[in-house]
């Protein structure tokens, strides 16, 4: 099963192949491919559908300009997607003084957008396989490195602002994430290009 | 530093975690170890794959236009391909295959816009000659030994002082010789040249004879064979006599 996930969806890199042929519909046939996991990510990090149609639009504009840049022998295109959009989104976030706010309305913002969770039908079946493997481990992983990697991945936190937000000692903090890290890239081997 | 304390640096700075002074570390430490290298790419695509524990949503059709319609208008960067290059040479090719084409066609306009400038003028002037033709009086020439089947007919223009004189029959001229057209007035013994010029194959020719005297009878007209250009007084054969 593994070689064939692989060799499906991390082996491939669609979108750069029809940017650098500037194939106009090729590409459209890659956004579908990845826009609702990216979608998906960015609404959780972000928690504003704006923000992120906005983000999730920006970067696939930056996709077709910067596919060139794209670097097999670093990681998967999907990789690469989820990077630039992540960044962004971790980069808005940041800049926005509003985090109470935001935090408030997150509730309202992701159950609003239920209705259109889509585990099917714009999700590739090798995107399924990976993400049961990446809950799975995320699951196995002690409560509180769980909570201190979320807390880091998808809110953008620091590792000192956690340790705040935790009551914990910075160094604590550190260890606990270093330790999910490692977990996680343990597990996840087999669905890496690296 | 250790590689061990890099790679826990690594894990921070694939979910950008690590502090400004962590990453600058980090990035040198890169620079010339390999196998952290190695590490730090497997934990950035680690931390990507992260992002599959989310559910996937489907994002607004609009989006998807928005991205394919603002594609062609983003700047996009790739290499100057060969074929691009060679397309280029031929594009430049043709533009100045088609400047040097619209430059020759221009000058082909321009000479047959005076070439039906002159066309006008020859118009005129023949208008004037026919008109000056009509009812005008004539003489003719006639071929004497020398040149028996040659004849030529003078219309004369007193009113403008000229004469148009058409000649036929005449052998043609070798390159060095001249027919001369004289007339001879009957106020003076000494014929006067009234032009000089060459036949064509056939032996024809035509000629204007400007300053035709009308102060005096004019008594014969008379053609010889010069040489080329003519002279003051004839000195050759007569081919076409007249009166």
């Given amino acids: 099963m593994v070689p064939a996930i692989r060799s499906a969806c991390l082996t491939k890199h669609p979108l750069c192949d029809a940017a650098l042929a500037g194939n106009t519909f090729a590409f459209g046939a890659a956004y579908d491919q990845y826009a609702s996991l990216l979608y998906g990510l960015l609404l959780r990090i972000i928690r504003d559908a704006e923000d992120a149609q906005e983000i999730l639009q920006e970067t696939f504009l930056a996709a077709w300009t910067d596919a060139r840049k794209f670097d097999p022998s670093r990681g998967s295109e999907l990789a690469w997607l989820i990077s630039m959009a992540r960044s962004r989104a971790i980069d808005r976030l940041r800049s926005r003084e509003r985090r109470s706010k935001r935090e408030e309305e997150a509730a309202r913002q992701i159950s609003m957008l239920r209705p259109n969770v889509d585990p099917g039908g714009n999700d590739p079946v090798a995107f399924r396989e990976i993400r049961s493997a990446v809950r799975s481990a995320m699951q196995e992983l002690p409560d509180a490195q769980r909570s201190a990697l979320e807390l880091a991945y998808f809110d953008g936190l620091s590792q000192s602002e956690i340790a705040s937000r935790l009551g914990e000692p910075l160094g604590t903090i550190k260890t606990r994430t270093n330790l999910a890290m490692k977990k996680m890239r343990e597990r996840l081997a087999a669905f890496r290009r690296t | 530093m250790t590689h061990e304390e890099i790679e826990q640096i690594a894990a921070l700075d694939a979910i950008d975690a690590a502090t400004p002074e962590e990453v600058a570390e980090l990035r040198r430490h890169l620079e010339t170890c390999t196998d952290c290298r190695r590490v730090a ?203």
Avoid: C, H
Wanted: net charge positive.
């Fill in chain 2, 41 to 243: 790419n497997e934990l950035d695509e680690t931390a990507a794959l992260l992002a599959l524990s989310v559910d996937p949503v489907t994002p607004p059709s609009q989006v998807r236009q928005n991205v394919l319609r603002l594609l062609p208008r983003q700047q996009r960067r790739p290499a100057l391909r060969w074929w691009m290059s060679a397309a280029a040479a031929v594009l430049l090719g043709l533009w100045l295959g088609s400047a040097l084409q619209l430059r020759r066609a221009r000058e082909e306009q321009r000479a047959l816009r005076d070439e039906v400038a002159r066309l006008k003028v020859d118009r005129q002037k023949l208008s004037e000659t026919i008109a000056a033709l009509s009812g005008a009086r004539t003489i003719q020439l006639a071929g004497q030994a020398v040149a028996p089947n040659a004849s030529a007919r003078v219309f004369l223009d007193p009113s403008q002082r000229r004469a148009f004189v058409f000649f036929r029959g005449l052998p043609p001229n070798a390159g060095d010789k001249s027919y001369q057209l004289w007339i001879i007035r009957a106020d003076q013994v000494a014929p006067q040249s009234a032009g000089v010029f060459n036949v064509d194959a056939a032996g024809n020719a035509s000629l204007v004879v400007q300053n035709l005297p009308v102060d005096t009878m004019i008594n014969a007209l008379a053609v010889t064979l010069e040489p080329r250009g003519g002279v003051k007084a004839p000195t050759g054969e007569k081919y076409l006599v007249g009166s």
